[in-house]
């Protein structure tokens, strides 16, 4: 299989602080993770795309200062968003990608709500 | 780069009908196109691909056509049932790039 873990599931933090999402292989190594947005009812926004060992490639438009990303393994990557305010909140989530191969998996999500 | 069109945005249909969902993308250079399915809170799971050297790709009920030179590219859903219902991206990429998502459809299969 190829299942991809994401916590926390859900997380309400207050504005200005915070916050650490977690996204992990758990029968595969990935050298690749990608970042996700979702609004509700829209599509997914790529946020950012994660190699191992390398600093992230970050899409026009996110602040990578605000959204610190960390691959520090081939089964971890972590998304952190810095200072955050209510206008964050929304669905993130990750997906991995094995080495030579397309097909990515995608975690479960984590909802970020931030009052 | 890449842009992805996808209609319809909505999509209802009785159940035993068939469902087809378009995309258009504009990268001659994309040669995989993988389709999710996402349930309301759910992440999006992968029910087919296909890759460019390839002009159609059948599962049982799924089935996904490619046509590289009008580049646009179909999900096919027969004899659809309510647990069908969910929202389905398309989406598309150059070899290693991230995939780059159509906006979905909205698809709702009654009873």
């Known amino acids: 299989g190829a299942v991809v873990s994401q916590h926390p599931s859900r997380v309400i933090c207050k504005s200005g602080t915070s916050v650490k999402i977690e996204c992990r292989s758990l029968d595969f190594q990935a050298t690749t993770m990608f970042w996700y947005r979702q609004f509700p009812k829209k599509s997914l926004m790529l946020m950012a795309t994660s190699n191992e060992g390398s600093k992230a490639t970050y899409e026009q438009g996110v602040e990578k200062d605000k959204f610190l990303i960390n691959h520090a393994s081939l089964t971890l990557s972590t998304l952190t968003v810095t200072s955050a305010h209510p206008e964050d909140s929304s669905f993130y989530i990750c997906?991995?990608?094995?080495?030579?191969?397309?097909?990515?998996?995608f975690g479960p999500g984590t909802r970020l709500l931030v009052l | 780069g890449e842009n992805v069109e996808q209609h319809p945005s909505t999509l209802s249909v009785q159940e035993g009908d068939s469902a087809v969902i378009k995309c258009t993308y504009s990268?001659?250079?994309?040669?995989?196109f993988p389709w999710y399915k996402q349930e309301l809170g759910k992440r999006p799971q992968l029910i087919i691909d296909?890759?460019?050297?390839?002009g159609e790709k059948k599962d049982q009920r799924i089935a996904v056509t490619l046509n590289k030179t009008a580049k646009h590219f179909s999900l096919h859903i027969t004899e659809t049932q309510p647990e069908d219902s969910a929202v389905y991206f398309c989406a598309a990429s150059n070899s290693g790039y991230a995939l780059n998502f159509g906006k979905g459809t909205s698809l709702l299969v009654t009873p």
């Open positions: 990268d001659s250079a994309s040669n995989y």
């Open positions: 997906s991995a990608r094995r080495s030579g191969q397309e097909t990515q998996y």
């Open positions: 296909i890759r460019s050297n390839v």
